[in-house]
């Protein structure tokens, strides 16, 4: 048998073959179904980058609009679930929303005939009932640990602006709707990154959709991954003024601390995606405190480090846009969340239609044929 090159961290492996989105590491861009991220960006929106990943294909009018009335009717959870996440908050005031987010998940399988069905049709409908309610749990997430009544979604409203509303109970602007919109159409899917990967991994096993999903959710969580986003605002807040960026880097590198916000195992260049999000940052926040310390991380980063090919990659400036739209801290990994599941639900969908396990293989670094030592003989 041919010995296959370690790569530690599987870096530049290929885990499986997609159409769904293609990354030009090198070039600083990204594609959804061979289309430039810049292109759904400015022309279309969330639902249907939605339907675009889980049918492989551009909806038509019609199959659109039947895919949005879907969307639109599986908003509400059952509430019990509602009680679930109220009672949480009790127990636990200070529970991440992450950790919210993933156990009421997980519980909501209980409540979902088709979650016990194997077949591709039955996991299509669970996609869109799980891209439906995450804006639904984290609304309600929000408002539990702020002890406020839940907000029932608002029919007439788009999957973004629906999200915004139940946050706060008011109506978002057009413009305020339309940020969030793009925002969860730059996060719906980014090749075969950690928590796509692990969502595929349980999928592999043929475990349920829930599963899987829930796995997305614990992985995306970390600060290397989509915790980033929530990291670089307490960053900037510690930096504090434009003053303290330089010597604040120089001490995080000289200790061999990561920047949040920057670098990417993909990406030499800068994120596409960071590129669309700066530019709605500086609209929202131009001249505010947050925003000129961030032009001057990215300034001083470039600086430093850009010869590494190091760019600051998508979770820079989302948090920025988030704050300017009054979104607490904390929910900016969940608001990865609520884009990034319709890309775990579609790679699923895609990956399953010709399943095989994964299983890779450990390189053994210990010994053999030790003897067993039995234990009143240890020291
Ligand atoms: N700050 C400072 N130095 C960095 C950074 C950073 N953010 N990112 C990478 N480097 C340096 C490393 O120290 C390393 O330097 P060395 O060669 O001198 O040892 C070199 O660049 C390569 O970095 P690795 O950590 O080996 O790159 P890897 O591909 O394993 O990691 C990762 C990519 C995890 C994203 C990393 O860049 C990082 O930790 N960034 C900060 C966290 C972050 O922003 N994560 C979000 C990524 S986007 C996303 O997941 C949605």
């Known amino acids: 048998m041919t010995e296959v090159k370690f790569s ?11 159409v769904l989105s293609y990354i030009n590491g090198k070039e600083g861009k990204l594609y959804y179904l061979g289309i430039p991220i810049e292109e759904w960006a400015e022309h279309s929106t969330y639902e249907e980058v939605a339907f675009a990943l889980l049918k492989r294909k551009l909806p038509t009018k ?3 609009e ?87 979604p608002d029919h007439s409203l788009g999957h973004a602006a629906n999200f915004l509303y139940m946050l706060t109970g008011k109506r978002p602007s057009d413009y305020e709707a339309r940020v969030m919109d793009v925002a969860l159409i730059l996060h719906a899917d980014h090749g075969m990154n950690a928590s796509t990967f692990t969502s595929l991994v349980i999928a592999s096993t043929l475990s349920d959709m829930y599963s899987a999903i829930v796995g997305g959710i614990g992985a995306l969580k970390g600060p290397l991954h989509g915790g980033a986003n929530e990291r670089v605002l307490r960053m900037l807040e510690e930096i504090g003024s434009e003053g303290n960026v330089e010597s604040y880097i120089d001490n995080a590198l000289s200790q061999k601390k990561k920047i949040f916000g920057f670098g990417h195992r993909v990406y030499k260049a800068y994120d596409p995606r960071a590129r669309i999000l700066k530019s709605i940052a500086e609209e929202l926040s131009k001249n505010s405190k947050y925003y000129n310390i961030a032009v001057k991380v990215e300034d001083y980063m470039m600086k430093k480090l850009s010869h590494k090919g190091i760019f600051p990659n998508v979770d820079f400036y989302s948090g920025m846009v988030y704050n300017a739209l009054g979104i607490s801290t904390d929910l ?25 396990i994964f299983r890779p293989k450990s390189i053994y670094k210990g010994e053999l044929d030790k003897p067993y030592v039995p234990i009143e003989q240890r020291k």
């Open 8 to 18: 530690k961290g599987l870096e530049g492996v290929p885990a499986t073959e997609t």
């Open 62 to 64: 019609d199959e659109l």
């Open 66 to 152: 039947i895919f949005d009335a879907a969307l639109k009717n599986s908003r509400e959870i059952p509430d019990d679930v509602i009680d679930f996440i109220y009672d949480t908050y009790d127990i636990s005031p200070d529970a991440h929303p992450m950790s919210v987010l993933r156990s009421t998940v997980s519980l909501l399988e209980s409540y979902d005939d088709d979650a016990k069905k194997d077949d591709l049709q039955a996991k299509f409908r669970i996609s869109i009932r799980l891209i439906s309610r995450f804006p639904t749990i984290v609304a309600y997430i929000d408002r539990a640990r702020k002890g406020l009544d839940p907000i029932p």
């Open 332 to 356: 900016f990994t969940p608001i990865f969340a609520i884009g990034r599941v319709a890309g775990w639900c579609a790679h699923i969908l895609e990956y399953l239609e010709d399943n095989r």
